[in-house]
């Protein structure tokens, strides 16, 4: 009987300060499977001639010394770093270290082992991977896992007030998905993202790009089966100030300490609502057009203005046609929609989570909004106090998401 083994992935691009952390997280782990890691030291090769990025260099030769002399069990080292070995063109960014890694793996790995993908700064307790596989266990048709995250408070003010505010924005936009049942309704970190290697080979693993490769990645798996939302255990990805990737939490931390969160607003509760209706109105869609905002909106989207003719001649049944409408209709083109609504709506970003409030948790809103609420002044306590409920609430319904259809009926 073959034993599972679980495959851990990470790049790591100026990381010789964080690494070794996260190798020490998966050296005591207490788990049953055999535990096998690679690790991709990476940057664009043109950097050892670029003189305010050299130091990256540098710092990746450090790692990569410390690395070959590291006694870790099955640990393989990867070199996209050392000069001649750096990436090229477009090859570059920790999307393409991701599928760097993840080719590697898929050489070796059985189709019933476990691929994780965490990032070199990222922390967990000692019972994730047992709990990874007691969840797949569990749940035998999942085709993949969103892992709940959290992070964690560092003690300074500027990296906890700016992680914060990013967090309370993804689990603003995640708690509304939840809430109206959207199969997209997880959110995509790269440090956590699990699935069986079959399902990595059925889609055809990360794609070629710089970044943004986790939302790209669940979106497939998405599409392909179900993925598991809820974990016993998180993973603890860090909050940091960081430019070395275009999206993600480091940069929005950056943006957001100099004001620019127009990347990352708040959205109003009542876009969900719009498209929760429409999702209520799959069966009518089956059988006839309907026109609301949300599928104006997806006609500019799409730049079609007969948006359902293909499907209902190709999906005959009523659920095969549920099922192509949520392809289609998918977390990119959702949050699209959301982007372009928001847009339009004339509110801020506190209005917009006190209307969330008042409107679902009127308790909380006389609690969080008793004295004037600002993510600028409100104590760090607070904030907090916000970003634990949400993540409450959150961990409530993944749980009940599990044992539920992901596509509305």
Same mark, same amino acid.
């Given at each position: 009987?073959?034993?599972?083994?679980? /495959?851990?992935?990470?790049?790591? !691009?100026?990381?010789?300060?964080?690494? #070794?952390?996260?190798?020490?997280?998966?050296?005591?782990?207490?788990?049953?499977?055999?535990?096998?890691?690679?690790?991709?030291?990476?940057?664009?090769?043109?950097?050892?001639?670029?003189? %305010?990025?050299?130091?990256?260099?540098?710092?990746?030769?450090?790692?990569?010394?410390?690395?070959?002399?590291?006694? !870790?069990?099955?640990?393989?080292?990867?070199?996209?770093?050392?000069?001649?070995?750096?990436?090229?063109?477009?090859?570059?960014?920790?999307?393409?270290?991701?599928?760097?890694?993840? %080719?590697?793996?898929?050489?070796?790995?059985?189709?019933?082992?476990?691929?994780?993908?965490?990032?070199?700064?990222?922390?967990?307790?000692?019972?994730?991977?047992?709990?990874?596989?007691?969840?797949?266990?569990?749940?035998?048709?999942?085709?993949?896992?969103?892992? #709940?995250?959290?992070?964690?408070?560092?003690?300074?003010? +500027?990296?906890?007030?700016? !992680?914060?505010?990013?967090?309370?924005?993804?689990?603003?936009?995640?708690?509304?998905? $939840?809430?109206?049942?959207?199969?997209?309704? *997880?959110? &995509?970190?790269?440090?956590?993202?699990?699935?069986?290697?079959?399902?990595?080979?059925?889609?055809?693993?990360?794609?070629?790009?710089?970044?943004?490769?986790?939302? *790209?990645?669940?979106?497939?798996?998405?599409?392909?089966?179900?993925? $598991?939302?809820?974990?016993?255990?998180?993973?603890?990805? +860090?909050?940091?100030?960081?430019?070395?990737?275009? @999206?993600?939490?480091?940069?929005?931390?950056?943006?957001?300490? &100099?004001?620019?969160?127009?990347?990352?607003?708040?959205?109003?509760?009542? +876009? /969900? %609502?719009?498209?929760?209706?429409?999702?209520?109105?799959?069966?009518?869609?089956?059988?006839?057009?309907?026109?609301?905002? @949300?599928?104006?909106?997806?006609?500019?989207?799409?730049?079609?203005?007969?948006?359902? +003719?293909?499907?209902?001649?190709?999906?005959?049944?009523?659920?095969?046609?549920?099922?192509?409408?949520?392809?289609?209709?998918?977390?990119?083109?959702?949050?699209?929609?959301?982007?372009? *609504?928001?847009?339009?709506?004339?509110?801020?970003?506190?209005?917009?989570?006190?209307?969330?409030?008042?409107?679902?948790?009127?308790?909380?809103?006389? *609690?969080?909004?008793?004295?004037?609420?600002? @993510?600028?002044?409100?104590?760090?306590?607070? $904030?907090?106090?916000?970003?634990?409920? /949400?993540?409450?609430?959150?961990?409530?319904?993944?749980?009940?998401?599990?044992?539920?259809?992901?596509? #509305?009926?």
């Amino acid at each position: 009987m073959h034993l599972h083994k679980l /495959f851990f992935a990470i790049p790591a !691009m100026d990381e010789v300060g964080y690494l #070794p952390t996260v190798l020490d997280c998966i050296s005591k782990q207490k788990c049953e499977a055999e535990i096998m890691v690679y690790v991709c030291v990476n940057q664009p090769e043109r950097w050892w001639d670029t003189e %305010d990025k050299i130091h990256i260099c540098q710092n990746n030769q450090r790692l990569l010394e410390w690395l070959q002399n590291c006694p !870790m069990p099955n640990l393989h080292i990867l070199d996209k770093s050392t000069r001649g070995k750096g990436w090229t063109g477009a090859q570059q960014g920790v999307g393409y270290a991701r599928k760097y890694l993840a %080719d590697h793996i898929m050489q070796s790995a059985n189709d019933d082992d476990i691929f994780i993908s965490m990032d070199a700064d990222a922390t967990f307790n000692p019972l994730y991977c047992q709990s990874i596989l007691d969840s797949f266990s569990a749940h035998k048709q999942a085709v993949a896992m969103a892992v #709940p995250y959290y992070h964690l408070l560092t003690s300074r003010e +500027a990296e906890d007030r700016a !992680m914060l505010r990013y967090e309370i924005y993804l689990r603003n936009y995640n708690l509304n998905l $939840l809430r109206i049942n959207s199969p997209y309704a *997880y959110t &995509a970190l790269g440090s956590a993202i699990a699935c069986p290697v079959k399902s990595y080979k059925a889609v055809g693993g990360f794609d070629k790009q710089e970044s943004g490769e986790d939302f *790209y990645f669940l979106r497939k798996l998405s599409k392909y089966g179900k993925v $598991l939302l809820y974990n016993k255990e998180k993973v603890f990805p +860090a909050a940091r100030f960081s430019a070395r990737v275009p @999206f993600g939490t480091g940069p929005a931390m950056l943006k957001g300490c &100099a004001g620019q969160w127009n990347s990352y607003p708040i959205f109003h509760y009542s +876009a /969900f %609502d719009i498209i929760e209706k429409t999702y209520r109105q799959i069966p009518t869609i089956f059988q006839q057009d309907i026109e609301n905002e @949300f599928v104006s909106r997806l006609q500019t989207i799409f730049s079609e203005k007969d948006l359902w +003719a293909a499907l209902r001649k190709n999906y005959k049944t009523e659920t095969s046609f549920a099922k192509a409408f949520h392809h289609k209709v998918d977390s990119l083109r959702i949050f699209q929609f959301l982007r372009e *609504y928001q847009r339009n709506i004339q509110k801020n970003d506190v209005e917009c989570l006190s209307d969330f409030l008042q409107q679902f948790y009127p308790e909380k809103h006389h *609690y969080f909004f008793e004295n004037q609420f600002s @993510f600028e002044q409100t104590p760090i306590e607070k $904030l907090n106090q916000l970003r634990d409920f /949400f993540a409450e609430e959150e961990h409530f319904y993944q749980k009940i998401s599990d044992n539920l259809k992901l596509v #509305p009926s």
